[in-house]
C-alpha cells in the first residue's frame, strides 16, 4: 500500500522559512507528479503547488507565487516546498497528495482529483 509522509513542519514567526518534504514508499515514485495542499482550521482544504513528474513544470496558487517554491531530489522521489516569507495566513496542515498513476500531469487545484494523500504536517506562523 503507497504511504505518503509529509515532515518538516513546524513553529515560526512571520517572515520566516521553513522546508517541507514529501516521500512516499514502498518502491520508487519518481514519475509522479507531486502537489501540495493545505488546509486551516475551519477552512477547506486548498491548492498550494505542483510538480510535474518530469519534474519541468511547476504550478503555484496565487497566494504563495513569489514566497513558495516546489522542487525535488534528483532521484524525484522526494519533493521539497520550500515556504519563505511566511504570513500567519499561512497557518495550517499542509498535505503531499499524488495522482493514481505514475506519468499523470497535473490534475488542477481540487483535492477530489487527487488520490494518494499523506497524514500532513503542522505550519503555525506566528505574528
Known amino acids: 500500500q503507497v504511504q505518503v509522509v509529509e515532515s518538516g513542519g513546524g513553529l515560526v514567526q512571520a517572515g520566516g522559512s521553513l522546508r517541507l518534504s514529501c516521500a512516499a514508499s514502498?518502491?520508487?515514485?519518481?514519475?509522479?507528479?507531486r502537489a501540495w495542499f493545505r488546509q486551516a482550521p475551519g477552512k477547506n482544504r486548498e491548492f498550494v503547488a505542483a510538480?510535474?513528474?518530469?519534474?519541468?513544470?511547476?504550478y503555484y496558487a496565487d497566494s504563495v507565487k513569489g514566497r513558495f517554491a516546489i522542487s525535488r531530489d534528483g532521484a524525484g522521489n522526494t519533493v521539497y516546498l520550500q515556504m519563505n516569507t511566511l504570513k500567519p495566513d499561512d497557518t495550517a496542515v499542509y498535505y503531499c497528495?499524488?495522482?493514481?498513476?505514475?506519468?499523470?500531469?497535473?490534475?488542477?487545484?481540487?483535492?477530489?482529483?487527487?488520490?494518494?494523500w499523506g497524514q500532513g504536517t503542522q505550519v503555525t506562523v506566528s505574528s
Open positions: 497528495a499524488m495522482p493514481s498513476f505514475p506519468y499523470t500531469d497535473y490534475l488542477g487545484g481540487s483535492p477530489s482529483l487527487w488520490h494518494y
Open positions: 510538480i510535474k513528474w518530469s519534474g519541468d513544470s511547476t
Open positions: 514502498p518502491g520508487t515514485f519518481s514519475r509522479y507528479t
